[in-house]
């Protein structure tokens, strides 16, 4: 997935919450106006939170991170904004 793509064709309600489970999805291009990269992008597209990861992560405990994570939801966690 490209910040291009998210960019043209992606348009979010305001205030969703995007996870973004995999490895360094918090990398981008660093330009004078800061990074430029996924999470930015689907800010961009309406986003008001954005989960990433700044490092490698595993398969395993990824999943069951985001298991925990949308159990908590469910139960009524609210996303800090």
């Known amino acids: 997935l490209k910040s291009e793509k998210v960019q043209d064709r992606v348009r979010l309600a305001t205030g969703s919450t995007v996870v973004l489970s995999a490895c360094n999805t ?40 985001m298991q925990s994570m949308y159990a908590a939801l469910l139960r009524g966690l609210a996303v800090p904004r």
């Open 26 to 65: 918090a990398r981008g291009e660093v330009r004078g106006e800061g990074v430029l990269g996924l999470s930015r992008a689907f800010m961009g597209a309406g986003a008001g939170a954005v989960v990433v990861s700044l490092w490698s992560v595993d398969d395993r405990s990824t999943g069951l991170l």
